[in-house]
């Protein structure tokens, strides 16, 4: 009996280390906990949001200091002032916020609209299938950025801006929705529901899209980095935004021609802007890899 009980005993601690190794891999939170671009993106963004909804620690954007016209960063104000004393900190924020809010309004519409077009475009099929993913691929190849720009004269409310940017934005993702819906509606629980008697909008609801989470929570994060650069974009054109109201385009726009002698005019709104993109494309990058794998 004694001979027995040392490899019994190696047999349990193998089987316990065992058990363990499930749990060392994780959900996809852990997975994503333990994916450095998905949280330095993470971190970052947060970061720029919490600044953004800050309001420049009290500071006016509209307030004028007449005392300091295009003076150089100070205690006083920390990233200058321009040619009319307006402070470029509190300006940068609100500009930052406008982006953001664009930016996320327009790229979670997108994915939403881009959702439901493609699941129900995959399941379906037919003349449904082909109108759908043929209104993508025409608004796939027009030049997006003008249309919206011709489409959105200068003085546009935000409201307007996002549905227009939403509209542009949502064919690629609906194009990688309809195929994962393809595959999906093929699987024996999405043809019980059918045969059961279920409705369509029920099945891409509650069978399709839940299924299509992992996909369409990183494509999100892509389509709300390509709404901030296009806000900005169309800002530094010139339309959607109502002066005395700034966005990050404008900003970068007004400080271009100042960029090489009065660098504070124009470094501190294309840094923030840099820094929304590079945080949106870090934690996109850092999704896909996570929520990509089998669980």
């Known amino acids: 009996m004694m001979g027995l009980a040392h490899p019994l005993r190696r047999r349990a601690r193998h089987f316990r280390g065992f058990g363990r190794l499930r749990p060392r891999e994780g959900g996809p939170a852990r997975r994503a906990a333990r994916d450095r671009a998905a949280v330095c993106g ?95 691929d025409l608004l796939l190849v027009l030049p997006g950025v003008l249309l919206v720009a011709v489409l959105a004269p200068e003085g546009a409310s935000w409201g307007t801006v996002v549905l227009l940017l939403a509209a542009f934005l949502w064919p690629l993702t609906a194009r990688a929705v309809r195929a994962q819906a393809r595959a999906l509606a093929e699987r024996e629980f999405v043809l019980a529901a059918l045969y059961l008697g279920a409705s369509r ?64 005019l124009f470094v501190p709104p294309a840094v923030l802007l840099t820094l929304i993109v590079l945080a949106v494309n870090l934690l996109g990058d850092g999704l896909h890899r996570v929520l990509d794998r089998d669980p």
């Open 42 to 136: 993470a971190v970052l963004l947060a970061a720029l949001l919490l600044l953004a909804l800050s309001g420049a620690a009290g500071r006016d954007w509209r307030a004028l200091d007449l005392t300091a016209l295009r003076e150089p960063p100070s205690a006083r104000h920390w990233f200058g002032t321009t040619g009319t004393g307006r402070d470029m900190f509190a300006l940068s924020l609100r500009g930052m916020r406008r982006s953001l809010a664009v930016g996320l309004a327009a790229g979670l519409l997108a994915t939403a609209i881009a959702a439901v077009a493609g699941a129900f475009a995959g399941l379906v099929g037919g003349l449904a299938d082909r109108l759908l993913m043929g209104a993508a």
């Open 201 to 264: 909008r029920r099945v891409v609801l509650r069978h399709l899209l839940p299924n299509l989470t992992g996909l369409l929570v990183a494509d999100a994060t892509v389509n709300v980095g390509l709404a901030v650069v296009g806000e900005s974009g169309l800002a530094f054109l010139g339309f959607g935004v109502r002066p005395p109201d700034v966005s990050l385009g404008t900003l970068i726009a007004d400080g271009t021609s100042a960029a090489t002698v009065h660098p504070w």
